[in-house]
């Protein structure tokens, strides 16, 4: 937009804009904005960048801080009141926070809303340097004017972070887990898949989750789907994963267990990088997560299903218990909590509850208690045996099942898919001998620190990969 011409004595003048009494620096932005992107607005881009920033930019300002003189506030009389005038010109913006009456925000977000409003950039320098070069503005005035700006701004960062600690970024935690989520309201689930197999699995079990028009998945005819594509690389595609699940405001990650079912009835491995994504999944998720190892969807009866939920205490479990619970929701699924008992282990509070919150007054479910006799463990898969039954379509398990007990710290050790669990390890197993597909639920805790022994690699070729 910088058109320079010559006036009849051979001057060239600034711009067209000047013309018009507009400031350069607008004349540069409108010229960005009708600048079709392509390679040539890249080219300008990549060659204007360094210069711009590192030089233009830091020389503007110097200027603009050559006349900025704090001195001209302290020597006037009434300097005192004329800093009550620059408190007062932050005030009316953040005094807007009581609008958030009228759209039942909490308070803090209004203040915080009404602090972010406060901010000047850069089109605020820009306004008063036009001010000051028309002569509209005397040196005292600009310096006040100046002042409150710097004031406005450069509170703002240490006040938000006073009203928003860093570390509880996700306020409304209720909203990343399914336990905490209120039964009428919207369940947001993320589902991964890698290939139509999965898909159809994974399909099956959203279909379980008991959908209804009072708290839909997702509403459209009681379910919505929204489909989304990411293209990355094996090491980064978790990343996709949580941006998407942050983005929806998702209760639940669901993933595909990275070993799948064959013609012969085993589990296989498909491909090692499966397993990387998923323990990465797992140790920085947004949200609760889940992770379903099929062993054979076509038999379920459309809903009607047999759970069982082995329930032994903590946040997973609680988690897990939550899910299994919404499924047995559907009209003909029968689900069976087994209460296990460690040797010598106190439970958790309200964790005795389970009878009255859940079991109580629904006929669909059935629960029982059983008990670990020794403190080595090595009992715990002759009563999983025990429990296992044919007829049972589905397993939920959660993945940090009696973590907290020295007993299965100790199992951990041993497993060969850690990322299910010591519980969920033993049911995945070969030689644990169910036909029964698992649901291992993982809980979102702030905080939470998980390591997982590195997996072998495999001779897959790792390249770009669709999700």
């Given amino acids: 937009m910088l058109v320079p011409y010559a006036n009849s004595g051979g001057k060239p003048l600034l711009s067209v804009l000047n013309f018009f009494g507009t400031h350069p620096i607008v004349g540069a932005f409108v010229y960005g904005l009708i600048l079709p992107n392509g390679k040539f607005a890249d080219m300008v881009m990549e060659m204007s ?41 932050s005030i009316p913006k953040v005094l807007s926070f009581n ?7 909490p308070a803090r977000d209004g203040v915080a809303i009404g ?16 001010a000051w070069d028309k002569r509209m503005l005397d040196p005292l005035s600009f310096t006040v004017m100046m002042t409150a700006f710097l004031f406005m701004t450069v509170m703002v960062s240490p006040l938000i972070n006073a009203i928003y600690k860093p ?44 959908a209804t028009r009072i708290s839909p998945l997702h509403e459209y005819n009681a379910v919505r789907f929204d489909t989304s594509s990411a293209v990355s690389s094996y090491a ?25 079912l064959t013609s012969e009835g085993a589990l296989e491995i498909t491909n090692n990088a499966h397993i990387d994504i998923n323990r990465h999944v797992l140790q920085k998720a947004p949200c609760s997560v889940g992770i379903f190892v099929d062993r054979g969807v076509g038999s379920w009866l459309e809903t009607k299903l047999n759970i069982i939920m082995l329930f032994i205490g903590g946040p997973d479990d609680r988690e897990a218990l939550s899910i299994a619970w919404r499924m047995a929701g559907h009209s003909g699924t029968k689900l069976h909590v087994v209460r296990i008992h460690l040797l010598g282990e106190v439970m958790e509070e309200n964790e005795d509850e389970i009878e ?53 710290s100790r199992l951990l050790e041993w497993c060969d898919n850690p990322e299910l669990g010591v519980i969920g390890d033993i049911v995945a197993s070969t030689s644990f001998g169910t036909q029964s597909s698992l649901l ?9 620190k998980l390591k997982f022994k590195r997996p072998k690699q495999s001779s897959h070729k790792k390249g770009d990969h669709d999700l």
Wanted: proline share 3%.
């Fill in 236 to 260: 980064t595609i978790h990343e996709d994963i949580y941006n998407v699940a942050e983005e929806k405001r998702a209760s639940l990650i669901l993933l595909h267990f990275h070993k799948e």
């Fill in 356 to 408: 009255d919150n859940y079991v109580n007054n629904n006929d669909s479910i059935v629960y029982s208690e059983k008990e670990v006799r020794t403190n080595t463990g090595e009992d715990i898969p002759l009563l999983l045996n025990e429990i296992d039954k044919p007829g049972y379509d589905l397993y939920i398990v959660g993945q940090g099942s009696g973590s907290k007990s020295p007993i299965f």
């Fill in 167 to 210: 570390k509880f970024r996700f306020m409304q935690s209720q909203l990343r887990t399914v336990q905490k989520l209120r039964f009428d309201a919207e369940l947001r689930i993320v589902a991964c898949v890698h290939n139509t197999h999965q898909a159809t699995s994974i399909a099956r079990v959203l279909q379980a989750m008991n």
């Fill in 99 to 105: 609008s958030h009456f009228f759209f039942g925000m």
């Fill in 440 to 448: 291992v639920v993982q809980q979102y805790m702030p905080g939470r």
């Fill in 49 to 89: 960048d360094d210069f711009v920033t590192g030089v233009v930019c830091p020389i503007y300002f110097a200027g603009f801080g050559m006349r900025f003189n704090v001195g001209l506030i302290t020597e006037q009389p009434n300097s005192h009141l004329m800093m009550f005038i620059v408190l007062l010109l």
């Fill in 115 to 130: 602090l972010l409003l406060n901010t000047k950039g850069i089109m605020a320098v820009i306004l008063l340097t036009i």
